[in-house]
């Protein structure tokens, strides 16, 4: 079973909005980190916050960690087109943060 | 552009057939990770080969088997190809000094049981 679930599954939006997407995880970590994949192909790292972080920005990027909740936000501000992909949240295995327990993923669709 | 490459791209083979998928890792990055992607789902992890020995497994058969090469290229071998192994297959490397191991993704190869 996976350990990451994001929410929601799909999200549409309009170029210049804000997308916010959520994930929650099961067992303790000490990170998280977000990918993105476009159209099927490699995934590609945005960010990965530490579980002493509560918040975290990289660009038009937030991320948010709760650790008493298990849940993780990713905010993508004043969205293009190009934002247009999977977004996945990762967390490590316990005792080992090079092997990655991947949720099922949200697609979003930045709409021109 | 993360350095890490896979071939082929693409690979089309027949049930009961073997397959065998490559990747080089970043320069530099001695750990390598292979992830099975079936259409829909997120990445599962197959299995991990740090400095060519495998480090870890994940909930695949021994059908499922690797190697990684001195210089830490890999490769992952699957036999007895099932219509469900159809997926996308992705290669990760990582910097061993790096304490959180930040996974370097290749851009994957798409394999087509039929």
């Known amino acids: 079973s996976q350990q990451g679930e994001e929410d929601p599954q799909a999200l549409s939006i309009q170029e210049g909005e804000n997308a916010t997407m959520n994930c929650s995880y099961k067992?303790?970590?000490?990170?998280l980190q977000w990918y993105r994949q476009n159209s099927g192909r490699g995934l590609v790292h945005l960010i990965l916050i530490r579980s002493n972080e509560r918040e975290k920005h990289s660009g038009r990027l937030r991320v948010t960690l709760d650790t008493s909740k298990k849940s993780s936000s990713l905010l993508i501000t004043a969205s293009r087109a190009a934002d247009t992909a999977s977004y996945f949240c990762a967390t490590p295995f316990t005792g080992a943060n090079s092997k990655l327990t991947f949720g099922k993923g949200i697609t979003l669709s930045v709409r021109p | 552009e993360t350095g890490v490459t896979q071939s082929p791209t693409h690979l089309i083979k027949t049930r009961g057939q073997q397959v065998t998928l490559r990747c080089s890792s970043q320069s530099g990055h001695n750990t390598v990770s292979w992830y099975q992607q079936a259409l829909g789902q997120g990445p599962q992890f197959i299995f991990q080969?740090?400095?060519?020995?495998?480090?870890g497994r994940g909930n695949f058969p021994p059908r499922f088997s690797g190697l990684q090469f001195p210089n830490y290229s890999s490769e992952l071998n699957v036999n007895a190809l099932e219509l469900d192994d159809s997926a996308l297959y992705l290669c990760?490397?990582?910097?061993?000094?790096?304490?959180?191991?930040?996974?370097?993704f290749g851009p994957g190869t798409r394999l087509t049981v039929l």
């Open positions: 990760a490397s990582s910097f061993p000094g790096d304490p959180y191991n930040e996974q370097f």
């Open positions: 067992t303790s970590i000490n990170n």
């Open positions: 080969y740090y400095r060519e020995e495998e480090n």
